[in-house]
């Protein structure tokens, strides 16, 4: 069974409003987790590092205001997008590992963003 | 130099064929490459992973070929079935990191 849950799997909001996504992992704590963005038929795009207790670290070019991310415990961090406009439409995805070096990194189902 | 270049962008082979999809990365630090399968709207699932202290890694049908000089690895999928049609993605790491960088990405299909 999945060990990283993403919720919700599908959301489709209205242009300007907020939407959050979840992401849990099931089996293990997480210190560090981490968001990618991936439009359809491309790759995954590291967006941030999503850290227990601090601020996230976010890459080049991703609007911290934009996409807020909490850590709020060691086995949940949430992502929200504020403000949403159709270009944020994408599916988001999540990752997370027991933190052991070398160990297995798993990924969340992913959640489809709709902005309308 | 944190780039993983991966090839080809798509591939078709035949049922009970072999799967080839190669990548190349730049950046000598790093030190953990899994490659990852992911079926459309659902998220990448670890297959296999390799670390350069290795040449060769052969889990069932699927085996990593690590080439530490030339800074390549590869995938082979041995007797491709219609089940492994999805796409594949390599990716690479430093140690303890966690942090992923992913190649583009090859569209596999295996046809009956």
């Known amino acids: 069974g999945a060990v990283v849950s993403q919720h919700p799997s599908r959301v489709i909001c209205k242009s300007g409003t907020s939407v959050k996504i979840e992401c849990r992992s099931l089996?293990?704590?997480?210190?560090?987790m981490f968001w990618y963005r991936q439009f359809p038929k491309k790759s995954l795009m590291l967006m941030a590092t999503s850290n227990e207790g601090s601020k996230a670290t976010y890459e080049q070019g991703v609007e911290k205001d934009k996409f807020l991310i909490n850590h709020a415990s060691l086995t949940l961090s949430t992502l929200t997008v504020t403000s949403a406009h159709p270009e944020d439409s994408s599916f988001y995805i999540c990752?997370?590992?027991?933190?052991?070096?070398?160990?297995?990194?798993?990924f969340g189902e992913g959640s489809w963003l709709t902005v309308v | 130099q944190q780039q993983v270049k991966q090839s080809p962008q798509s591939l078709i082979v035949q049922k009970g064929g072999i799967s080839i999809i190669n990548c190349a990365y730049e950046n000598t630090a790093f030190d953990y490459f899994p490659w990852y399968q992911q079926f459309p709207g659902k998220g990448p699932a670890l297959l296999i992973a390799?670390?350069?202290?290795?040449s060769e890694k052969k889990e069932g049908r699927f085996t990593i070929s690590f080439n530490k000089s030339a800074k390549q690895f590869s995938l082979h999928i041995m007797d491709s079935q219609p089940g492994d049609s999805a796409t594949y993605f390599c990716a690479a790491t430093f140690q303890g990191a966690q942090k992923l960088v992913f190649g583009q990405g090859t569209r596999l299909t295996i046809n009956p």
């Open positions: 990752s997370a590992s027991p933190g052991q070096v070398f160990g297995t990194i798993y």
């Open positions: 390799i670390r350069p202290d290795v």
């Open positions: 089996d293990f704590q997480a210190t560090t």
